[in-house]
């Protein structure tokens, strides 16, 4: 499986921008990249997900590189209840059985300061 | 969104006794859903996947014959730990997948059950 590497902890002042980057350098071709955020003792939550193209949506955007080795997360206007633990996340879109599951790494914790 | 009922969202029970956790899809039909395990400050480990009418597939180290998982319809699963030890309170999590023809691509999460056991 393909891993990923994110920053352990970042900080981020309420109303700015938060850029979370990762890392996904063994990506394969059919695999597309995930990011779920897990706020304290609650059920993750999905976030966005893309292949190779940028994509935005209401909650955030998705920056790949042409490369597809590494990929940024922005949340454009952070809150304070964007606080979380956000994992960027590898895995195959089609197929069933055990090719696609979602298999979280430790994340990166944003904190959003007031 | 599509949403996923987990129950119950906090469990207390005595060493040696078996609990139940049920984890709907309450507005489509999931035809794959997944278990997961969260120690304080970890994150999260896929237990087992199972899907709809068949036998759930585990994870490596993962005991099958202690967690039982049913998926006995296509908005119902249920992990039972079996003889539960205070080794086995955990945060457990479910999440389901939509069937074909709902923007399978991505899992709806529960809310998660707090274990303890005494």
């Known amino acids: 499986d393909a891993k990923t590497t994110q920053p352990t902890s970042m900080d981020c002042a309420e109303g700015r921008a938060a850029n979370l980057p990762c890392n996904h350098s063994?990506?394969?071709?059919?695999?597309?990249v995930y990011w779920y955020r897990q706020i304290h003792s609650q059920g993750p939550q999905y976030i966005i997900h893309?292949?190779?193209n940028n994509e935005t949506n209401e909650m955030a955007s998705l920056i790949i590189t042409e490369d597809r080795k590494s990929s940024t997360l922005i949340l454009p206007h952070a809150t304070l209840r964007d606080t979380a633990v956000y994992y960027c996340?590898?895995?195959?879109?089609?197929?069933?059985?055990?090719?696609?599951?979602?298999?979280f790494g430790k994340g990166t914790l944003l904190t959003v300061n007031p | 969104g599509a949403v996923v009922s987990q129950h119950p969202s906090r469990v207390i029970c005595k060493s040696g006794t078996s609990v139940k956790i049920e984890c709907r899809s309450l507005?489509?039909?999931?035809?794959?859903m997944f278990w997961y395990r969260q120690f304080p400050k970890q994150s999260l480990m896929l237990m087992a996947t199972?899907?709809?009418?068949?036998?759930?597939?585990?994870e490596q180290g993962v005991e099958k014959d202690k967690f039982l998982i049913n998926h006995a319809s296509l908005t119902l699963s249920t992990l039972t730990v079996t003889s539960a030890h205070p080794e086995d309170s955990s945060f457990y999590i479910c999440?389901?997948?939509?069937?074909?023809?709902?923007?399978?691509?991505?899992?709806?999460f529960g809310s998660g059950t707090q274990l303890s056991v005494l």
């Open positions: 999440s389901a997948r939509p069937g074909q023809g709902m923007a399978n691509e991505k899992l709806f």
């Open positions: 063994t990506i394969s071709g059919n695999e597309y």
């Open positions: 893309g292949l190779k």
């Open positions: 996340i590898v895995s195959p879109l089609k197929g069933g059985g055990s090719n696609y599951k979602l298999t």
């Open positions: 507005d489509f039909q999931a035809t794959t």
């Open positions: 199972s899907n709809e009418g068949s036998k759930a597939t585990y």
